[in-house]
């Protein structure tokens, strides 16, 4: 059982810049893919970025440009570097990894807030 612990959420201006990270308490150099997803108030969980076990990457298009995705499978993290960072993009986000069989792993979220 692995388990995802996700940090580097803050306040921070619009403009500006975060990097999360999403560390597991063991390998994901086996995960097919890992992702970050985010949720703000009312609304579904949406897919921002993933990347895959050959490292292709995967963006929505509303942060495409502005984030980057990328897995450190030495020190088993995931990372998310945001910039431009706009109100829209504030939300509570979540590093997910899933299994060549299809099985999940969520981490418990860390906060953005992004004022304008």
């Known amino acids: 059982q692995v388990q995802l612990v996700e940090s580097g959420g803050d306040l921070v201006q619009a403009g500006g810049s975060l990097r999360l990270s999403c560390a597991a308490s063991?390998?994901?150099?086996?995960?097919?893919?890992m992702g970050w997803y985010r949720q703000a108030p009312g609304k579904q969980r949406e897919l921002v970025a993933s990347?895959?076990?050959?490292?292709?990457?995967n963006y929505s298009d509303s942060v495409k440009g502005r984030f980057t995705i990328s897995r450190d499978n030495a020190k088993n993290t995931l990372y998310l570097q945001m910039s431009s960072l706009k109100p829209e993009d504030t939300a509570n986000y979540y590093c997910?990894?899933?299994?060549?069989?299809?099985?999940?792993?969520w981490g418990q979220g860390t906060q953005v807030t992004v004022s304008s």
């Open positions: 063991g390998s994901i150099a086996s995960f097919y893919a």
């Open positions: 997910n990894a899933r299994t060549v069989l299809n099985y999940e792993y």
């Open positions: 990347i895959d076990y050959w490292r292709t990457t």
